[in-house]
């Protein structure tokens, strides 16, 4: 699904992500793993288009991509859901889902669309004509991805979902993701709980000062002792 080679990405004279290589299959949950800075944010929104000095290869389902703007990849079905959530004020539940609908999709099965995310969303079923920011952060936060999944992508990039949500919601959350998976929607997760994202992930890398230093499986990374004293401890 997403093929990464030798991605590099600059603020400014900065070099933040510096040849970083990976692969996500179809169907997979992977986790981005790495300490506060290690640029796993800058990596995602490298691979959406969002960063403006970018070299490298990025080949999602089977094209290349780097060179594409944002909204390109979007159609493509390449989706993001930043850590800021950015649900628009003034808008409800159900007008911030209709601003997920693309200009490529059928609109107006837009009602059948949202009654079939809100049933994936039960908490956003009983707030559709609430106002978007009046809910509580965790609620945003599925908000914001219940948004991107309007789109139907064949992948979503999730950046920090669980920051700042309370522990009930962030069950809930998780249980999601796997849900997502299990319905063909493959997954790349950066996660401050990163023992809890290892534990629905099928695989995972660790970036440290904007390179790949470790690779292995979910479970290889659990099992591993310095990689939890370094990386998991939340």
Known sequence: MLKVQGLNAWYDRSHVVQGVSFEVRAGEIVTLMGRNGAGKTTTLRALMGLVAKRSGSVVFD???????????RFHAGLAYVPEE??????????ENLQLGITASRNRHETARMIDEIAQTFPRLKERLDQEGTSMSGGEQQM??????????????????????????????????FARMKHAGTTILLVEQNVERALRISDRAFILDQGAVVHTGTAAELLADPAIQDRYCAV
Do not use: N, W, Y
């Open 143 to 176: 908000l914001a991805i219940a948004r991107a999944m309007m789109a139907r992508p064949k992948m979503i990039l999730l950046d920090e979902p669980s920051e700042g949500i309370m522990p009930l919601l962030v069950e809930e959350m998780f249980a999601l």
């Open 85 to 94: 959530r950015r649900i628009v004020p003034g808008l409800t539940v159900r």
């Open 62 to 72: 089977g094209h290349e991509v780097l060179g594409q703007p944002a909204h390109t």
